[in-house]
């Protein structure tokens, strides 16, 4: 076939998404091209105006049918990244129908892995756009087609329902489509991906819905003592999901006995992410002597708080009600040095905030606020007389 460039026209109107191009707009845009068109045509990154249909995630049922009829061939071929049509189908959520149509030319094509080694199942499992959310009847149908497709890993190591876990859908159907796989294979439970994640790790970590959690644990309980390869448990990842409720978190402490894990609450702190300070008021209540608990680096909690990065007025509120949940826990928090021989306070005061200056003037006043109320709960608890710990704080300042 000829590797030439059809009249942009077509491909103009099939990316359109508001409005979606109609199927008396395409014929006519095909029927101008004197028949040219109706040769097998490909544009400079080889995709056909089928793939480039199926992209659009408004794309109408019958406009698709026409292209396939138009050009059968072209739902065997792949762009350059090695994409076919029932990819893009799949991986924006199109109607069932124009898969089923797809598959129907080419029946082999439920088995190919595209791009990142996905096969329409992995995409299916986690479309990029859809307005129905995942469709427990497409998975279905790509499952019953080529079963072996659910133990297929993705260059990330993924498996389909590490995918389905991942979706950011919070319908019901998320869940019942993971049902579905980890049912279709147990064993899929305790796979990891190249992080050594399983399935529960990530659902732990991605606002998954408490049932979901649970019908995992029960189907595979090992998956709940599972590390991966930084040694982190599913409950680690629950720690520092924002979106997660609290009784998530409650039932899987609940599910490890003699729980003891005297830095849980250090783990609420890791490099670029931290949990809500829902949680962790919450662990506070629960192992009020985490908050006391240093690290390797002589560190405690409100150290690793008032490092936290703000970018943004936000930031400085969540970073705010961090600090004062672990100072209204453990005043004297304050003043603990950490091997560096720095405390929680120099921090708090040294920080600067230049990147918006109404984010400085926040911290600034949820400082004072801190400060006010720390300094008199600790000259009260140790019988220290106030102004000699206001000396020490403006110490620092100056």
Not at 304 to 318: F, G, L, N, S, Y
Not at 342 to 357: G, I
């Amino acid at each position: 076939m000829a590797n030439r460039r059809v009249d942009s026209a077509l491909y103009n109107a099939l990316d359109r998404s508001d409005p979606p191009a109609s199927l008396e707009e395409i014929q006519s845009i095909v029927d101008a091209d004197h028949g040219a068109s109706t040769r097998y045509v490909l544009v400079e990154n080889r995709q056909t105006p089928l793939f480039r249909a199926c992209l659009c995630e408004f794309a109408r049922i019958d406009v698709i049918f026409y292209l396939i009829e138009q050009w059968p061939q072209s739902v065997h071929m792949p762009d350059v990244n090695g994409d076919l049509p029932i990819h893009a189908s799949c991986l924006y959520g199109l109607d069932f129908a124009i898969v089923k149509k797809l598959v129907s030319h080419f029946p082999e094509s439920v088995g190919k892995q595209a791009s990142d080694s996905e096969t329409p199942l992995h995409l299916a499992a986690r479309p990029l756009c859809s307005n129905s959310g995942p469709s427990l009847e497409l998975v279905n149908f790509l499952y019953q087609r080529y079963p072996d497709a659910i133990q297929v890993r993705n260059d990330a190591g993924f498996l389909p329902i590490h995918h389905a876990v991942l979706s950011s859908d919070n319908s019901g159907e998320r869940d019942q489509m993971i049902r579905f796989l980890a049912k279709a294979s147990p064993r899929s439970l305790l796979a990891g991906d190249n992080d050594g994640d399983l399935p529960l790790h990530i659902a732990c970590g991605c606002g998954l819905s408490l049932s979901a959690v649970q019908f995992l644990v029960e189907l595979e309980p090992q998956s709940l003592t599972r590390r991966n390869h930084n040694g982190d448990l599913p409950l680690n990842f629950a720690l520092l999901d924002k979106e997660s409720p609290l009784e998530k978190l409650d039932y899987l402490l609940g599910m490890h006995q003699n729980f003891n894990d005297p830095a849980i609450l250090h783990r609420c702190y890791q490099k670029n992410s931290s949990g809500s300070p829902l949680v962790v008021q919450y662990l506070i209540q629960r192992f009020p002597l985490c908050v006391k608990v240093q690290d390797e680096h002589g560190r405690i909690p409100l150290h690793k708080a008032t490092q936290m990065h703000v970018w943004e007025r936000h930031d400085a509120v969540i970073k705010h009600a961090h600090v004062q949940a672990l100072v209204g826990a453990y005043p004297r928090g304050l003043f603990v040095r950490a091997n560096n021989d720095k405390t929680p306070l120099e921090a708090l005061l040294n920080q600067q905030y230049a990147y918006l200056e109404e984010t400085r003037e926040l911290m600034e006043e949820k400082l004072r606020d801190i400060l006010t109320v720390s300094l008199k709960g600790i000259a009260e608890k140790f019988n220290v007389p106030e102004e000699v710990l206001v000396l020490s704080v403006v110490q620092y300042v100056v």
